[in-house]
């Protein structure tokens, strides 16, 4: 059995309670899955939760620490539905931040916005093909 | 009568720089995939368009310079492969900057319509030619 993708994924999701997802993993992958998403969260956004003045720039707004936090949760939801994590996470730039995936023709993209939403949009060779608020 | 600097027509065969914050991360070269489309998403400052640059005016170096100490990325695209795929690109000169440039189409008012999260995909993952940097910003 495969892992599901991200574009699997049907929003809206429940938080603490995600069991109507259709979206399954193998369970062998499971520890794995479980490793990468902890790397995302004690990684890159713990690295901008301790210094969000990195992300100052012209124009730019960096995500603040509640939207941090919320990407933070939103990871272990996430990671409790057994999707694979991120390949790439970074800051929009608009007071948000991404967590993206590329899976064969598939990118998709998550966008955890500075009001606690997020949004899932997968395009399919460069087209979308779907857009949905997950949470 | 001598046309002002900057206010030329941009040629299809003319390359255009997107500056990046390194900081943001939409840009890492190993892992895939390597640009993000937020590299194109305009900012509360990009009203009347997203910001370029023409090479013919700027050095990659000169592109790349944003806040002291700050590094970027710059991100290179080709004017006539955006208008293949219906992206106009118009010349804006500033007072001492005849070579910035503008993507009217993508502004900060419409940066979240279907349509321009495609076009933000298309410019990160078909039509951006490579990305160079990081540089620092003397």
């Known amino acids: ?135 | 009568m001598t046309i002002p600097p900057g206010t030329e027509p941009i040629t299809d065969n003319e390359l255009l720089y997107r500056r990046v914050p390194a900081s943001l991360n939409l840009y890492d070269p190993i892992s895939k995939p390597h640009l993000l489309p937020d590299a194109f998403r305009p900012n509360a400052n990009d009203l009347t368009g997203l910001s370029v640059y023409r090479a013919k005016y700027k050095s990659l170096e000169q592109a790349a310079q944003g806040r002291v100490g700050k590094e970027y990325y710059v991100a290179v695209l080709r004017a006539g492969d955006l208008r293949s795929k219906g992206i106009e690109v118009f010349p804006r000169p500033l007072e001492g900057d005849p070579g910035h440039a503008e993507i009217p189409g993508l502004t900060y008012q419409n940066r979240k319509e279907d349509w321009a999260l495609q076009w933000k995909v298309l410019l990160s993952q078909e039509l951006c030619l490579r990305v160079e940097g990081p540089f620092t910003s003397p």
């Open chain 1, 1 to 135: 059995m495969s892992g599901a993708t991200w574009a699997d994924l049907r929003g809206p999701v429940s938080i603490n309670g995600a069991s109507g997802q259709g979206a399954t993993v193998a369970t062998g992958q499971a520890p794995q899955i479980s490793k990468d998403w902890q790397a995302v969260v004690s990684g890159r956004l713990a690295e901008w939760e301790r210094n969000p003045r990195q992300l100052e720039d012209d124009g730019i707004v960096a995500p603040s620490r509640e939207t941090v936090h919320r990407a933070a949760d939103i990871a272990r939801e996430l990671c409790a539905l057994g999707l694979a994590a991120p390949q790439r996470v970074a800051a929009t730039g608009d007071g948000g931040i991404v967590f993206a995936r590329q899976e064969g023709a598939f990118f998709s993209n998550i966008e955890v916005m500075g009001d606690g939403s997020a949004e899932l949009t997968v395009y399919r060779d460069s087209r979308l093909v779907s857009r949905q608020r997950l949470f």
